[in-house]
């Protein structure tokens, strides 16, 4: 297949098993973990844990990846549509509150062949970079989406992920999420049925950028929710540039969730200052991947 599925348009030929284009992946699906997850947003995770499949490769290249084993160092296990319904299953059998695709944006082919052959009880969440084209979320195929709005500028987009057109594709996406899902709704254990969540992760002299992107929610997107968060850690090639090679600061990270508070926004998640430890990284050992 020509594969064009991205912002990035490579036009290349993926095979279900030979990678190719910039996020150089095959169309069958490579996992690293798909098992109860716990460290998402409450109305997310809940008591019960998302049955969250973690997607190997990445067409966003972020030097600071916190997932960078599995993003760039592609880590997985390749599985085929059929062994993906079948993880549906086994996650929904252990309870999971909500089937959650990380990292889906080059593998939703994929996913729609697995659903074609079982589709869950429970809620589809779409969990992705936000560097997502458009027309894939107007096809209304997942119930939550879970975007990250990562950069308002065009040159730290560029600097930090190689992408300048970020910002272009994201607003898009978010905006067409923000309109398929309408106003948010949940269930009677407060998990999220429907709905947008709209992540932002704060780096380090960054400030403005974030200051900026609340302004845009609360523009844009005002019944969504806003998640603001501090697990950044200088990880993966975040070496190579001084300015954003330390954990954020409690003064940052104070300058924008007031901001948010004050922003009369109401949906707001936000996560502790203490979340910036590496212990918040799942094991990317396959885990659920394979059939017992
Ligand atoms: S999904 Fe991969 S191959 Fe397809 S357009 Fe995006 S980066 Fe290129």
């Avoid at 067409?59 to 084993?69: A, D, F, P, R, T």
């Avoid at 729609?112 to 589709?119: G, V």
């Avoid at 001084?242 to 901001?259: G, L």
């Amino acid at each position: 297949m020509l594969c064009n599925a991205c912002p990035r348009r490579c036009n290349a030929e993926r095979t279900e098993i030979n990678g190719s284009g910039y996020c150089g992946m095959p169309l069958y699906p490579v996992i690293a973990r798909a098992e109860l997850h716990f460290g998402e947003e409450p109305c997310i995770s809940g008591e019960k844990g998302s049955g969250t499949v973690f997607f190997s490769g990445c067409s966003l290249k972020c030097v600071y990846c916190q997932n960078e084993i599995i993003s760039h160092g592609k880590k997985g296990i390749r599985v085929t549509p059929n062994r993906l319904a079948e993880i549906f299953v086994e996650l929904e059998e252990k309870g999971a509150n909500n089937i959650n695709f990380v990292n889906p944006t080059h593998y939703v082919w994929a996913i729609k062949e697995a659903l074609k052959i079982y589709k869950p009880k429970i809620p589809l969440v779409y969990n992705s970079g936000g560097y997502d084209d458009p027309l894939v979320i107007k096809e209304n195929i997942f119930d939550v989406y879970l975007m990250d709005l990562k950069y308002v500028s065009s040159e730290k987009a560029l600097k930090y992920s190689g992408a300048s057109d970020y910002f272009y594709y994201a607003e898009q996406s978010i905006k067409a999420a923000y309109k398929v899902t309408g106003k948010p709704s949940f269930n009677e254990n407060g998990i999220m049925q429907r709905g947008l969540i709209i992540r932002h992760l704060v780096l380090p002299l960054a400030t403005k950028e974030a200051i900026r992107i609340i302004d845009w929610v609360k523009e844009n997107a005002r019944e969504a929710y806003l998640s603001i968060m501090a697990q950044y850690l200088p990880l993966g090639r975040a070496s190579d540039y001084p300015e954003i090679n330390r954990k954020i600061t409690k003064r940052e990270y104070e300058k924008v969730i007031n901001y948010a508070l004050d922003s009369g926004l109401e949906n707001v998640y936000i996560q502790q200052l203490s979340s910036a430890s590496d212990t918040f990284i799942p094991d990317f050992g396959g885990q659920g991947v394979l059939k017992k």
